[in-house]
């Protein structure tokens, strides 16, 4: 799984809150730094919520301009928080740097206190990277329109950078990551914001790249610092119908002339049929038309740069014009992509109203937690790439499934009880009416999950007028034969990581960790306090031969938390932990529970 982090200068977090959780969504950072956000410290923890981050840390001493979220999925120890700037101590799998947020003050004379605290002598030997806002520039190239920056301001930043070996982190995008905003003549541009690694750092994540991203709700542009590439990129993507299609003036033509169609067959089979000739047709359409919505994205935020190199040069009204067309289509294109994210995390979409946008970043947040990344079997036997997770589900469930012996079913049809009449039976198996087949379709969200043949309800929903009768015909067949066809039975195996929620740990041995495992009422520790120390403690490590170590429980969870863990530590018993499950929220105990 790669590894990023977002840096941005957001000038304010009130007209960039939205798009940060956009870019949250998209990129899946395990930290982010979000500089000027001229909010307080309440705004901040506000924030973190909504981005389902667990850890927070702010230079709130310095007047906050510099807030920092982070998973507790990473082991980060705050090292030193400054006027000018936040280091922290990252272990990112089996390596540890020092994470460096710089936001720098206008003044020169202001930055040669900070350039001091970042020497190689103040920070030690350890790894680093810098990113953040410099506000300042290397030499007058990194510049277009405005004054010459001072060249003692850009001396001492150059001494700076090779005083400590650092060499600037690869990027692509855009070659100026600040705009003052202006029109015409008066706008200038400059490249303020970068990233910094020190040789050590770069040894290590040679293919590190930095993206700055298009500007919108702030002058300065988003930073996006990938460490490496996906691994878990694996396998061909199945078809699902996108919801983004709908909009566009052709589909519907293109739908009519797939399903009008003749095919053999009747019912059943007939749909399932035409649905696979308009899955084809629509991946090639979608190919032409659409292309990736990506690489759509990508091109025309290479030709905005392009005109904005050109009206650098020189200004003209005809430059400028196809700037704002091109900025107007960019728009367009980044809607669809939202639209695509939010289909692909099954749950209403902030069109709908602000109401859903918190609940939407949450969940996806969520989904992100919950990926499958490693596997391990009763015997043994791990697997911790895509390719042997993939085979060793296959293996496992066909071993399982060929292997189940024959039983008997006992009849239990004397132990239901008879509420529903034999009229009312008739009634609701009697073959429905094209009104009750769309007024079923109709409580369907449309961006509800598919089946595996991608179409969710989205798709006969905006179809209904080209589909209708081919699919009540269907319908009616299942009622009379009571028989799918294979098209309609195929599934998918899920992998779902080993997580309930309505279940908590019995401790006795305390062989379970003492961060991440429900082992108390309130819930995983992690998920109120910061992790101290190793995250992956196990609770039988807090122990000095047969009593529990009441000095390193103390530094773990403060004094304020110490008397409620003890209680339930010295509640063990010898033994194997036991996994309970619980009631849910109406004191009943189900199969929805967990």
Known sequence: MSESIIVWNVRGIGTSSSRLKILVCKFKPKLIAVLEPFQNQNKALQLMNSLHFDSFVSNVDGEGKIWIFWDNVLDVQVVRTSLQFISLRVNMGSYQFLCNIVYAKCSMYERKGLWEELSSQSLGSEPCLFAGDFNIIRNNSERKGGCPRPNAAMEDFNNWIHQGGLVEMKSKGKNYSWCNGQSGLARSWAKLDRVFMDVPLLTSFSNAICS???????????????????????????????????????????????????????????????????????????????????MQITALERHIEELENKLHINWDESTERDLLISSSEL?????????????????????????NTKFFHACLANKRRKRVVEMRCSNGMVFNSPESLHQGAVDFFSNFLQGMPNRFLPNLSTLISPVISDADSAIMCSVPTLNEVFSALSSILSNSAPGPDGFGSGFFKSCWEVVKEDVLEAISEFFVSKQLPRFFTASFLVLIPKVLDNTKWHLKEGNIFFWYDKWQERGPLANEMPIVGNSLLKVKDCKLSNNWDVDFILQLVGLANLDGILEDICKAKPGLDVLIWTKNDNGLFSTKSA
């Open 331 to 355: 728009d367009i294109w980044l809607h669809r992509e939202d639209t695509r994210l939010v289909q692909m995390s099954k749950l209403k979409w902030q069109m709908e109203g602000d109401r």
């Open 212 to 294: 700055y991203l298009l500007r919108t709700t702030s002058d300065h542009s988003p930073m996006v610092i990938e460490f490496k590439m996906d691994p878990f990129s694996y396998g061909s993507s199945p078809f699902r119908f996108q919801q983004m299609w709908v909009d566009h003036p052709q589909f519907l033509q293109r739908i009519r002339q797939v399903w009008s169609a003749t095919v053999v067959g009747q019912g059943l089979t007939k749909l399932a049929i035409k649905l696979k000739n308009t899955k084809v047709a629509l991946r090639e359409w979608n190919k032409q038309i659409f292309g990736h919505t990506t």
